[in-house]
């Protein structure tokens, strides 16, 4: 690596506070975009569906601070790694309170610790991100994000095998990723990642047979699917790995087998081709 990780663990404990308003707007595009339609018209004092935090809080770059990849330049918050592919790797996600629209939240965010490793496929560093959400002076959520940088990958290493997925789930969803549901969820999200739409660069450039999945969207429609299968109960908890790519070269599915006393789930997104997308463990109460 050029960056030494000496260098790098110096952002560890390094923090930003930010405030937003939790605006209507963003839930009733999230409810459309998950096809929602009894959401499509949220008010004052509802909740934040989980997984809709992530609407919100988002990093704004100007058009001058952003790389050739549509990803904002390295440094700053986060350190400066400068290995050339950035992915959201996973996270875990616990929901102490209720965020609710209308309220003015505030987050905390800090580095949480950054490691190096050798793969098989060159130099890799981890970093885990903690944020930490408050509303009406509580503490709402807890999350801690992991975020991958690797080494240029050739296209034979972006179209390897993939993990079989498990089968057998009691709650599934097929969704059709297609380039009008990835452009939503980046103006969403305000991600200009160009692997989610620009299809000559993610095929050309990055080498892989299709746009991208957003790895937060998949987490999202997995979180959604155990709103809609557990009604019933509340989302405590969702500790979520990423796996292997999705592209939109067809339907994958989202999938669910909960334990008997329905306070677990395991979870898992299963790609067009039956292999393993993500994987995930939910947590419920009442």
């Known amino acids: 690596m050029k960056t030494d990780i000496s260098y790098l663990k110096s952002w560890v404990g390094k923090f930003e506070e930010r405030f937003n308003k939790i605006s209507p707007e963003p839930m009733a595009g999230l409810a459309a975009t998950l096809d929602r339609s009894d959401d499509l018209d949220p ?13 919100y809080f988002l990093p704004v770059h100007p058009m ?4 050739s990849d549509g990803h904002g ?3 700053g918050f986060l350190p400066p790694v400068d290995l050339p592919h950035r992915m959201w790797a996973g996270g875990r996600i616990e929901f102490l309170g209720q ?14 610790s950054v490691s190096h490793k050798r793969g098989k496929s060159g130099d890799l560093v981890f970093v885990v991100v903690e944020h930490q959400i408050f509303s009406q002076g509580c503490l709402a959520i807890s999350e801690e994000h992991d975020i991958v ?9 972006n179209s390897l095998p993939d993990k079989p997925a498990p089968t057998g789930a009691l709650w599934t969803r097929t969704v059709k990723p297609d380039p009008i549901l990835l452009f939503r969820y980046s103006a969403l999200t305000f991600n200009s990642h160009r692997i989610h739409y620009d299809l000559a ?14 790895g937060p969207l998949i987490a999202t429609l997995l979180m959604d699917l155990c709103c809609r299968e557990s009604s019933k ?3 405590t908890g969702f500790n979520y790995r990423a796996v292997s790519p999705i592209f939109d070269t067809g339907p994958f ?14 979870m898992w997104a299963t790609t067009n081709t039956g292999g393993l997308a993500m994987r995930a463990e939910a947590e419920f109460g009442r």
């Open 201 to 214: 660069y993610a095929t050309k450039k990055e080498g892989y047979s299709g746009l991208i999945v957003h």
């Open 253 to 266: 599915s989202v999938n669910g087998s909960p334990s008997e006393d329905g306070t677990q789930a395991t």
């Open 99 to 112: 965020l609710r629209i209308g309220d003015t939240a505030r987050r905390v965010s800090t580095i949480k």
């Open 149 to 157: 940088y690797r080494d240029s990958s050739s296209p034979q290493q």
């Open 43 to 55: 008010k004052i004092g509802d909740p934040v569906p989980p997984a809709g935090h992530w609407l």
């Open 64 to 67: 001058s601070d952003l790389g």
């Open 73 to 75: 330049k390295r440094g």
């Open 233 to 235: 109960m509340s989302l």
